[in-house]
């Protein structure tokens, strides 16, 4: 069965530094997503993606935050400087619509 | 606008008693949930969905759920738990709001003991 892949697994980094969080949707799907998950709490949504443009985004994710298709295939995550607060697990998804969602395995990204 | 409520924060059973995991739903239209498991430090796993086709829906694992609109429930149920079903379970319900964001509800901690 075709997988949401994630790369890095987890990923350290100081605060203030830039991250980038990479994903591989599924590829015949058309809809992407970021979700972060903060240790211990629910699962949040950070953004939705779809034709090549923000569809929609929660009042977490602020201009720190952007997301970028470059090339057809990758999906990624950029945090342009990063907080303490940042530090979290970070799911991609992707969709072709309501009911086939695909997450992937998430980066644990850890701000120091 | 769409939310899942789950009742109990954690929930503790036996070895091979009945596992109840509580989720209520509140949606103006159809709604479609779904149930993910979360292991340790793993990722969401789909155990099951419902979307408009029968109210009785069987998972992996052993894990069903019945939808309920009368009580806006969409509960989840095991007849028997095992060790490994100890985990993190997260009831969700789509919000068809352009782009089918997914919304989580707080989640319920299963413990199993022996």
């Known amino acids: 069965e075709p997988e949401v892949t994630q790369t890095p697994s987890h990923q350290v980094t100081q605060m203030g530094q830039e991250v980038i969080l990479r994903c591989v949707p599924i590829s015949n799907h058309l809809y992407f997503y970021w979700y972060r998950q903060i240790l211990g709490q629910k699962v949040e949504f950070l953004v939705s993606?779809?034709?090549?443009?923000?569809?929609?985004k929660s009042e977490i994710f602020d201009d720190q935050f952007s997301v970028e298709r470059p090339d057809g295939s990758n999906f990624t995550l950029k945090i342009r400087s990063t907080k303490l607060e940042d530090s979290a697990m970070y799911f991609c998804?992707?969709?072709?619509?309501?009911?086939?969602?695909?997450f992937g395995n998430g980066t644990r990204l850890t701000v120091t | 606008a769409q939310s899942v409520t789950q009742l109990g924060s954690h929930v503790s059973v036996s070895e091979g008693a009945l596992v109840l995991l509580r989720c209520n739903y509140s949606?103006?239209?159809?709604?479609?949930l779904f149930w993910y498991v979360q292991y340790p430090n793993q990722g969401l796993q789909l155990l099951l969905k419902?979307?408009?086709?029968?109210?009785l829906v069987k998972g992996i694992n052993g894990f069903e759920a019945e939808f309920k609109k009368s009580e806006t429930s969409f509960h989840l149920t095991k007849p028997s738990a095992h060790m490994s079903d100890a985990a993190e379970y997260f009831c969700a319900v789509i919000a068809n709001t352009g782009g089918f964001k997914t919304i989580f509800g707080a989640g319920t901690r299963l413990f199993v003991k022996a």
């Open positions: 949606s103006s239209v159809p709604p479609y």
């Open positions: 419902y979307t408009s086709a029968a109210t």
């Open positions: 998804a992707s969709s072709t619509d309501h009911d086939r969602f695909h």
């Open positions: 993606f779809y034709n090549n443009e923000i569809s929609e």
